[in-house]
């Protein structure tokens, strides 16, 4: 399921407009985004959990030269699936 039949589905079940529901989505994933990158977690029960995770420095390689490259330390965005998301997908 891509974005466009998201919001159509959204827009279906809710009985709204598909720019309603856009919006409503748009508001959503943005608000996660902004909550997360500040370093706070956005938990939903039942669905998961958004959080950001530090990853460490590491050594990697070239994939063209097979040289050995210093990846820096960085931030990424992290999902943990709650238990009845992880009970419904088995």
């Known amino acids: 399921m891509n974005k466009a039949q998201l919001i159509e589905k959204i827009a279906t079940d809710t009985k ?4 309603q529901a856009e ?13 997360v990158k500040k370093g706070d977690d956005v938990k939903l029960v039942g669905f998961g959990t958004f959080t ?3 990853r460490k420095a590491r050594t990697g ?6 040289k050995a490259i210093k990846i820096p330390a960085s931030w990424a965005p992290k999902f943990r699936p709650g238990a009845e998301f992880k009970a419904m997908v088995k």
Do not use: H, M, W, Y
């Open 16 to 19: 709204v407009s598909k720019a």
């Open 23 to 35: 919006a409503f989505l748009d508001c959503t994933i943005e608000n996660i985004k902004k909550t």
């Open 52 to 54: 950001k995770a530090k």
């Open 61 to 66: 390689r070239n994939p063209q030269t097979g």
